[in-house]
């Protein structure tokens, strides 16, 4: 009789490697926040050239790309827990960088919402993707801060991206911009491809049989039933989902407010989100990632990392509303800069809650149900909203002021809303978390 062969289980990544990964998966998350967002500094630009109205501008900004990356999103994210992520991804960078060049190449509405679906499409591995390739490359008591580092993308995109889109956009238009940037990802999907290590899957070492076998691997109905089951886990959603609504309402018509209400060149505009906002981001991002578990060991209570970003949500609302009414340029900006330095710092602790809530081989589903309710729900409806309510008054009292008034009815509302519910997980939470079996 055959001996069963010996499984060989692959080996844990070194510190370097992991390093040098995380480094990678941060220059493809700065790529795909600099294609996401730098539409949302050249609306203006396309709305004029396209001659298209305020709801079809929020239509391309939101719904199309997010509708997109829903229906492609939950089976990759399975292919994801299953499958090779490293090549994955690849893939991945270099479909949405193609979708950004037809984004840059449309000459009407049709032809950039298919486009902007595209970029939808390809991004739906780029985070669920990346958290999962993370949560095996790190362990457990440094996921969250190696998840603020990924996160700190976000605002060097801002740093970096937004200026050159503006300065782009002011000297050869939008198109030019949005192209430029699609060319860099083609080349970056070759160095996901040739430089990223594909890490030993702590799901898979867990699941192997006596015989050497792969065990019965989680079917997709299950794992939703595992995470919605969830009250935790639920209420995480339903609170950053609502709260979602209101911040990408915010952050999808901000930079038009600046040029509306200020006059402000796009450039001027791209510095001042880009570099000033931009760094308070970068703070927020990398030192959230440090100090909420910090504070939940202090404490010797987990239920902080559900608290902590609860009360980030809180504090943007007040500066939501400063930014909606006829003040100063200056309260304007500083009131946005507390917005999205509040914002950044919910993400970290969040994502990382989320992991510890869920079995390990269902990190990229998960990762993926909490990005698109939490985040690509409100990016889909909450621009639609301010844009709707923005064109019904604009008539009578003109494009700023209408702006103003479809912001302030749309993002401190959901704002303040989502963040109350945000403190509900903590109810549900054990005060000490340990890692779920796979």
């Not at 060991?297 to 949500?313: Q, S, V, Y």
């Not at 909450?382 to 844009?387: E, T």
Request: aromatic letters at 10%; glycine letters at 8%.
């Amino acid at each position: 009789m055959t001996e069963p062969a010996v499984h060989q289980q692959p080996s844990a990544a070194t510190p370097r490697q992991a390093y040098t990964a995380l480094f990678i998966l941060w220059l493809v998350n700065l790529l795909a926040n600099i294609d996401r967002f730098s539409v949302g500094l050249i609306l203006q630009q396309i709305k004029v050239d396209l001659h298209l109205t305020d709801t079809q501008i929020g239509l391309v900004s939101g719904a199309a790309f997010v509708v997109a990356y829903t229906v492609f999103g939950f089976p990759i994210a399975r292919w994801l827990d299953r499958g090779n992520r490293r090549n994955i991804l690849a893939w991945s960078v270099g479909i949405w960088s193609l979708m950004a060049v037809a984004f840059g190449s449309a000459t009407n509405f049709i032809q950039i919402a298919l486009a902007r679906a595209g970029l939808g499409a390809g991004e739906a591995a780029c985070i669920p993707g990346a958290v999962s390739l993370i949560g095996d490359y790190f362990k457990r008591e440094k996921r969250t801060q190696a998840i603020g580092v990924l996160h700190s993308a976000l605002a060097a995109a801002g740093i970096v991206g937004t200026p050159l889109v503006g300065i782009l956009t002011d000297q050869y238009g939008w198109r030019v911009a949005v192209i430029t940037f699609g060319v860099i990802g083609i080349f970056l999907a070759l160095v996901v491809r040739l430089a990223l290590r594909e890490p030993a899957r702590l799901s898979i070492r867990s699941k192997i049989q006596a015989d050497g076998s792969p065990a019965h691997r989680d079917t997709f109905v299950r794992a939703l039933r595992v995470m919605f089951t969830n009250k935790a886990f639920l209420f995480l959603l339903l609170g950053h989902a609502v709260y979602g609504i209101g911040i990408y309402a915010w952050v999808g018509w901000y930079p038009i407010t600046l040029v509306r209400a200020y006059t402000m060149s796009y450039t001027e505009v791209g510095v001042f989100i880009g570099t000033w906002m931009g760094i308070a981001m970068l703070i927020a991002s990398l030192s959230s990632g440090w100090v909420c578990p910090a504070v939940a060991r202090r404490m010797g209570n987990d239920r902080w990392m559900a608290i902590l970003p609860a009360l980030f949500c809180l504090m943007s609302v007040p500066a939501m509303v400063l930014t909606c009414l006829d003040v100063s340029k200056l309260v304007a900006m500083i009131a946005g800069g507390v917005v999205l330095f509040s914002t950044v710092a919910r993400t970290p602790p969040m994502l990382s809650l989320a992991l510890d809530l869920v079995p390990a081989s269902m990190h990229s589903l998960a990762t993926l149900v909490i990005v698109i309710v939490t985040t690509s729900i409100g990016a889909a409806f909450g621009p639609i909203f301010v844009g709707m309510i923005s064109d019904s008054v604009v008539a009578e009292v003109g494009q700023s002021a209408a702006l103003r008034y479809g912001l302030l009815l749309t993002a401190p509302v959901f704002g303040l809303a989502g963040a109350l519910l945000a403190f509900l997980p903590a109810r549900f939470m054990a005060r000490k978390l340990v890692e779920l079996p796979a």
